[in-house]
């Protein structure tokens, strides 16, 4: 249940599942015509069930602001449990509006409707069972594309080793410092600081993403990350987020000055 499960935080992308789930809800009511819906005239019809899918979509959008605070305190780890509990909430909330509904706006004139078990058995459970897969499929499928959009977006820190490396956003890579034969890279998950230690040389690594600025012959950095300057007994360094320090050589600093000046204005 703590498994990870796509999700799409994209406000747009749960506003058409909310239009496709209260379409959805009027043509399987249109065409099921549960209960009495057969004996309604054709206004009545449209316009009741209407309201109902009305009350679907609105459920769905009810709750997404209590989607995303779940999402923000998770750090963004959306999981199968969190995927279910959302889920059951909208079902909950939803069943309750529409019995809401039934009893006083469809039924208000009326002093025999259908007892609530009866409609659980007779519409909702049939109705849910109808209607949560095309939920589930559609968020399942945002997620997914979104997931498959992320990754597009990440870089890879490949290693001499068949199974070395480390994919990350180039926002989130600091720095990154040679170590004998290998590098350490120094990056953000989420806001903690993170380092990895990969078999590779740095003059790889600058040939492959000269995005990153080669401030001395031990060190890239991303100038995103850039806070400001520092000197100490004549020699230069940059201070980097998580206030990382980095040395300056003088070979480096009259192109480390023109991109850190053309950045920073």
Known sequence: MNKKYPFDPDLKHHLIIALGLAIWIFVFLYFTEPLDVSSLSNSNKLLWLIGYGLIGGFCYILFLPLQYLIYKKSKENWTIKSEFNFLFIISFCAIAMTRFYYLYVIMANDRNPYDLWFMLYRIFLPAIITILPIIIIGRFAFGKFRNKKTEAQKIEIKGEGNYEGIRLFFKDVICIQSSDNYIEVYYLRGSDLRKTLIRNKLSVLANDFPDFLRTHRSYLINPYHFLQWKTEKSK?????????????SRTYQENVKAVMNS???
């Open 236 to 248: 230069l360094f940059i201070i980097l987020f998580h206030h990382i320090e980095v040395p300056v």
């Open 263 to 265: 950045t920073t204005m």
